[in-house]
């Protein structure tokens, strides 16, 4: 009768736990799938990547913004995103809907889902699918948040040394969105021969958070190639002045 006892409050008890964590996930703005992806990040947070933050984060608690970043690590959209929320108000789950290669976003398993959870948008390496752009560009308008990297693949040749050069799609969507572009320099990301290695490397990483980059002088002109190359430089300069590395403008 006693581990009658006992086993019927285990059970109660599990029962009001898996309730509670239920409701929570069911009711996140953000939806289930990314309320279950955030506390997946956390384990591996703790377990793996531990954040230092420098300067307060400024991501927006509502409306759009576009997050820009160096890449160097198949990670790097887990630890944009874990902190996005500190400072706010009070915490409130947001997606960041990354831009991603479609090669990743079509693979099959967790991949996928986790992609589709986090409401990324797949990219054409070629550069002649115009429709990843304008998803983007909708996402702004709609008050998302998106992600970018700049570099457009990871950079594996000189990461603490040099950022690659910066595509002007990041311009381009600043530009017609109007969105505030917040540049974190991620320092020290765990990188590995594989995608899923990278996952599981201890390293103490840090992000270094700058304010909204100032792009008012083109926001009211039609941009030409010129003025995209000019809006491009500013942003991955900014970036690089707040990693202490260097890059080289495209006109150089």
């Given at each position: 009768m006693e581990w009658q006892s006992i086993n019927f409050w285990i059970w109660t008890a599990l029962f009001f736990i898996?309730?509670?964590?239920?409701?929570?996930a069911v009711t996140c703005e953000a939806g289930w799938r990314a309320w279950v992806c955030y506390r997946i990040a956390a384990v591996h947070r703790a377990l793996f990547a531990r954040c230092r933050m420098v300067n307060p984060c400024p991501y927006p608690e509502f409306g759009p913004a576009i997050i820009v970043a160096n890449h160097t690590s198949p990670v790097d959209p887990v630890l944009l995103w874990h902190s996005h929320f500190a400072g706010f108000a009070k915490p409130r789950l947001r997606v960041i809907g990354f831009m991603m290669a479609r090669e990743f976003y079509q693979q099959r398993g967790i991949v996928n889902w986790v992609c589709r959870a986090m409401e990324s948008i797949p990219v054409d390496r070629s550069g002649r699918d115009m429709s990843s752009i304008r998803e983007a560009l909708t996402r702004l308008e709609n008050g998302h948040l998106l992600g970018l990297f700049p570099e457009g693949r990871l950079n594996v040749e000189s990461p603490e040394v040099q950022l690659l050069r910066g595509g002007s799609g990041v311009a381009?969507?600043?530009?017609?969105?109007?969105?505030?572009?917040?540049?974190?320099?991620?320092?020290?990301?765990?990188?590995?021969?594989?995608?899923?290695?990278?996952f599981f490397?201890?390293?103490?990483?840090?992000?270094?958070?700058?304010?909204?980059?100032?792009?008012?002088?083109w926001l009211d002109r039609k941009p030409d190639h010129l003025e995209l190359a000019e809006v491009t430089d500013v942003i991955m300069k900014t970036l690089s002045e707040l990693g202490g590395i260097d890059y080289t403008p495209a006109g150089a």
């Amino acid at each position: 009768m006693e581990w009658q006892s006992i086993n019927f409050w285990i059970w109660t008890a599990l029962f009001f736990i898996v309730g509670a964590v239920s409701l929570r996930a069911v009711t996140c703005e953000a939806g289930w799938r990314a309320w279950v992806c955030y506390r997946i990040a956390a384990v591996h947070r703790a377990l793996f990547a531990r954040c230092r933050m420098v300067n307060p984060c400024p991501y927006p608690e509502f409306g759009p913004a576009i997050i820009v970043a160096n890449h160097t690590s198949p990670v790097d959209p887990v630890l944009l995103w874990h902190s996005h929320f500190a400072g706010f108000a009070k915490p409130r789950l947001r997606v960041i809907g990354f831009m991603m290669a479609r090669e990743f976003y079509q693979q099959r398993g967790i991949v996928n889902w986790v992609c589709r959870a986090m409401e990324s948008i797949p990219v054409d390496r070629s550069g002649r699918d115009m429709s990843s752009i304008r998803e983007a560009l909708t996402r702004l308008e709609n008050g998302h948040l998106l992600g970018l990297f700049p570099e457009g693949r990871l950079n594996v040749e000189s990461p603490e040394v040099q950022l690659l050069r910066g595509g002007s799609g990041v311009a381009w969507l600043a530009i017609k969105s109007r969105a505030p572009v917040i540049p974190v320099f991620i320092r020290n990301a765990p990188r590995s021969k594989t995608m899923l290695g990278s996952f599981f490397i201890r390293t103490q990483v840090t992000l270094v958070y700058g304010k909204p980059i100032d792009l008012s002088p083109w926001l009211d002109r039609k941009p030409d190639h010129l003025e995209l190359a000019e809006v491009t430089d500013v942003i991955m300069k900014t970036l690089s002045e707040l990693g202490g590395i260097d890059y080289t403008p495209a006109g150089a």
